[in-house]
């Protein structure tokens, strides 16, 4: 395309239009004349796109793409192609992918209110969003104005948002409601990795998502009486790195809107990403900064939150090396799951993690705003079915100084948990989350509800506290145990 006509010949619209009817696999490139950034600003109705098509804003003179990994920060590329709409467009997005495979590579799309900059909208659809700027100016260093309302949208159809290569990286920085919203089962299989949320381009300031006050980072919103399942948010590989960063609602919200009986989203893992900080991982740009959920008064917003009564089996880090994620900073807490009342089933297993410096707690299971403290065997029900923490009795330095024999009790009868448990230990800094992981032992039925002792590795930072969490066998995770005060100062030595 050849121009920065909302239509005719040499269009962007045109040229959508030509490879709709096309067929075959075709690429819509840009040879706009000028240095740029070129700015299409779009009146009517949305690009309804079908594939096999890839629209390729690196095509465009001048565009570079991204070059850096997450481990070296945030994005360097500089794009040359933006889409926005008039002050009086009635397009609800900029492009509406209807059917097929559809990449869109290299665009900056921002501003769009009524809906969101891309909506996929068929149940077929396979959608791959790369190399993209969202919400912003196309540098990428300011939110556009007036904000966009979401970035993407997927009503139905399956999505990769970023990837494993540089130049796959997205930004979703600046919209009132969500930067991405997974609204249905269509959307099993989709995967999100690699990407920048709520930062600058630099991966340093930041440009929070949800400032209208309802929206989120990601928003698995399960709305149908189906179930959205196998989702990926991040990976174990550092190159699917995703951060989350100063969203004014929660980094990432799990909503189930319907009562499915085999959980409204299952098989979700959430791994290796950075929540709450910068891309560098060092400094704080804390979710909830708006204070939503319950309001400033109430549960702020956590890094992660879940709602509603049927989850199937949601994961948040994991035992393999890069599994864990960084979720630090945010001001309403790490990882929470608040219901009402009702039947809860479902599991949020929680494994491995980095949870540090959080204003409320590291993890949090509550029903009508109460969390429930350890019961006699465990016979309270709530989310996670309320597992009980370990106790910590004791923990005593080795001779050698290098290791820890740690006694702990789980006061959960056989009956009211599916053995073996799982004791996860954590250095802490305060006795309330778990800053470093150390590991795990089994806590088998012949042992329940008895003492049991394990040896660790003496943790990063010595006489901090130690803290723990219990797991069953089908995943329902516990808060954190209270760091027992007395090794605040240094362990008993054998």
């Not at 490139?29 to 804003?57: C, E, K, N, R, Y």
């Not at 705003?369 to 996670?384: A, F, H, I, Q, W």
């Not at 509800?449 to 006489?463: C, D, E, I, K, Y």
């Not at 797991?471 to 209270?482: C, E, K, P, V, W």
Request: proline share 4%.
């Amino acid at each position: 395309m050849t121009n920065t006509a909302n239509s005719g010949i040499g269009s962007l619209r045109q040229a959508v239009l030509d490879a709709n009817a096309a067929p075959g696999a075709d690429v819509v490139t840009f040879a706009i004349p000028g240095s740029g950034p070129h700015v299409i600003a779009l009146q009517t109705s949305a690009l309804d796109s079908v594939g096999p098509l890839m629209i390729d804003g690196l095509s465009q003179a001048g565009a570079i793409a991204n070059s850096q990994t997450p481990e070296q920060g945030g994005l360097n590329g500089l794009l040359k192609v933006m889409l926005v709409p008039t002050a009086s467009s009635s397009a609800p997005s900029a492009i509406r992918i209807a059917a097929g495979e559809v990449t869109l590579r290299g665009l900056v799309i921002s501003g769009f209110g009524n809906s969101a900059g891309v909506s996929v909208a068929g149940t077929s659809t396979v959608a791959s969003i790369e190399g993209c700027i969202f919400g912003t100016d196309a540098s990428g260093n300011a939110a556009y104005a007036p904000a966009g309302q979401r970035g993407l949208f997927v009503s139905q159809g399956r999505v990769r948002v970023g990837g494993q290569t540089p130049m796959q990286r997205n930004l979703f920085a600046g919209h009132s409601n969500d930067a991405i919203q997974l609204h249905t089962a269509s959307a099993s299989g989709s995967i999100v990795e690699g990407n920048l949320f709520g930062t600058s381009a630099n991966g340093i300031a930041a440009i929070g998502n949800g400032s209208g006050g309802g929206g989120y980072a990601l928003h698995v919103r399960a709305a149908s009486t189906a179930t959205l399942q196998d989702l990926r948010v991040g990976g174990t590989a550092t190159a699917s790195r995703n951060v989350f960063a100063a969203g004014f609602n929660s980094a990432i919200r799990i909503a189930c809107t319907f009562a499915v009986q085999a959980g409204c989203v299952d098989g979700l893992l959430i791994q290796g990403n950075y929540i709450g900080t910068d891309a560098n991982g060092v400094h704080a740009l804390p979710n909830g900064s708006g204070c939503p959920i319950g309001g400033c008064s109430g549960a702020a917003a956590s890094g992660i939150d879940v709602s509603g009564l049927t989850l199937g089996l949601v994961v948040v880090g994991g035992s393999a090396p890069g599994a864990g994620n960084l979720i630090a900073f945010n001001r309403g807490g790490g990882i929470g799951w608040d219901v009402t009342a009702g039947t809860v089933i479902g599991s949020l297993e929680i494994l491995g993690n980095s949870l540090a410096y959080n204003t409320g707690s590291g993890i949090r299971l509550r029903r009508a705003s109460t969390s429930m403290p350890n019961d006699p065997n465990d016979v309270d029900e709530g989310p996670n079915r309320f597992q009980n923490t370990p106790v910590i009795e004791s923990a005593v330095l080795s001779s050698s100084g290098t290791e820890l024999e740690i006694t702990y009790r789980i006061d959960t009868a056989v009956a009211n948990a599916d053995y073996p448990l799982r004791a996860d230990f954590y250095r802490s800094s305060d006795g309330e989350e778990g800053d470093d992981y150390l590991g795990s032992d089994e806590y088998p039925a012949a042992a329940a509800q008895t003492s049991r002792t394990v040896v660790m590795p003496l943790p990063p930072g010595g006489g901090l506290p130690l803290v723990a969490t219990a797991t069953d066998a089908q995943g329902h995770t516990s808060q954190f145990s209270l760091g027992d005060l007395i090794f605040r100062d240094d362990f008993e030595l054998e």
